[in-house]
């Protein structure tokens, strides 16, 4: 008898907590549990707004046990009852970021991309002199920088993102080509030059872009880089 009543008071928990059980709907009838969308003869009674069953009754609808061990009731559901449910078919996997790999050496491209800017523009901003000779070593290392990163593409996101890091490679190249040969020409190059330049204004906004994918880990192309 005390088991009994074990039984019934646990069963309040199993019904406030399993998703798959329902009560049939209240009425003069007596009351039997659905499981899984499947009647049964789990009898229910319902005291001030709560529903108790038969614990023993419940195990033996789901194919479950029960086990007491002095105050202790243990129930156990079969694996089908517990599992979390399959994925459909029709989905698909989550699709993966940008790999470690190509992050490290994205990462490292666009540094060599910014010190190369930022030596045309302290230059222009000086009024040193512009040649090839010491531009070229930035130009070079970026563009290793950018072979390891190709290299290093594996995943749909690194292959979608490496065009846009070449972008920018060749944006700044051209960029930097511009004013060497404005300086090979003797032409005037303003300390300003670069703040109307509007090839410039899309390497710095296309840099901007790329460190937060970089930053977020996933590739995003909000146009920037095209």
């Not at 970089?214 to 909000?222: E, K, L, N, T, V």
Request: charge should be neutral; include cysteine.
């Amino acid at each position: 008898m005390r088991k009994k009543l074990s039984c019934a008071i646990v069963a309040l928990l199993w019904l406030a907590f399993m998703p798959n059980l329902s009560v049939s709907p209240a009425g003069q009838a007596n009351h039997y549990l659905t499981v899984n969308g499947q009647s049964s003869q789990v009898a229910v009674l319902q005291i001030n707004g709560r529903a108790y069953a038969d614990l023993e009754a419940l195990a033996r609808a789901v194919n479950g046990s029960l086990a007491f061990n002095g105050n202790q009731i243990a129930l156990t559901l079969p694996s089908s009852a517990t599992s979390p449910p399959s994925a459909s078919p029709g989905a698909s996997p989550t699709e993966p970021g940008l790999s470690k790999a190509f992050l490290k050496a994205g990462i490292e491209a666009m540094a060599t991309v910014r010190e190369w800017h930022s030596a045309l523009g302290t230059a222009i901003r000086n009024q040193y002199p512009i040649n090839e000779s010491w531009l070229a070593p930035l130009r070079d290392q970026a563009a290793t920088n950018l072979r390891l990163a190709s290299v290093a593409a594996s995943t749909d996101s690194d292959r979608s993102a490496l065009p846009l890091l070449t972008n920018e490679f060749n944006n700044m190249k051209q960029l930097s080509d511009k004013y060497v040969a404005k300086r090979q020409s003797a032409s005037y190059i303003a300390p300003d030059s670069l703040q109307d330049d509007d090839l410039d204004k899309k390497i710095v906004t296309c840099g901007h872009a790329l460190a937060a994918m970089a930053a977020s880990g996933q590739f995003q192309d909000d146009g920037s880089c095209q």
